[in-house]
């Protein structure tokens, strides 16, 4: 909540409607402008219009501190300026790294999406095994690099039966 007082637009994705929740409530506590709540436990029609307030704060300039699930990282086009995403899989992580900075129109250098471990919100098991996995590829490789991805596929999805 501290680093979103100081990005009126921002965007968080977590691992769970619980962690979404819990987060949003704290932005509302807190009195921070613009803070929108996110999760598969709306209605899609209702998710569709969040989606368009959402897209037309930020064409406004208006405050919009976005709390989501990984609904947000696929099949969503919004454009935030900087973001946060919980421990994830690195296809999780570069996904919502494609909601920063998505047209380009910012320094890249000032549009970064920060990974950042939940200890009060554990993920499940499955998401817990995938982000140890992209802390793993992060020894060997900068996950910003092709190698990484790569790797990262190779030893936790196309090594396993899964």
């Keep these: 909540v501290t680093a979103l007082r100081d990005q009126p637009q921002s965007l968080v994705i977590v691992n769970s409607r619980k962690h979404a929740l819990a987060l949003f409530e704290k932005l509302v506590a807190e009195g921070l402008e613009g803070a929108v709540h996110l999760t598969t436990r709306q209605y899609p029609a209702h998710r569709r219009r969040i989606i368009a307030g959402i897209k037309e704060r930020l064409a406004n300039g208006q405050p919009c ?16 300026p900087v973001g946060w995403r919980a421990e994830a899989g690195l296809d999780s992580i570069i996904q919502s790294a494609g909601r920063v900075n998505r047209e380009g129109r910012r320094p890249r250098e000032a549009s970064t999406l920060t990974v950042f471990a939940a200890p009060d919100h554990a993920p499940a098991p499955e998401v ?3 982000a140890e996995a992209t802390r793993s590829t992060a020894t060997r ?4 690099a092709p190698d990484a991805i790569r790797d990262w596929f190779e030893r936790h999805y196309w090594a396993t039966d899964e």
């Excluded at 501190?65 to 454009?79: H, K, P």
């Excluded at 490789?141 to 910003?144: F, M, V």
């Design 128 to 130: 817990a095994r995938l």
């Design 65 to 80: 501190r976005l709390i989501a699930t990984s609904l947000i990282e696929a099949g969503v086009d919004l454009d935030f």
């Design 141 to 144: 490789h900068d996950l910003n």
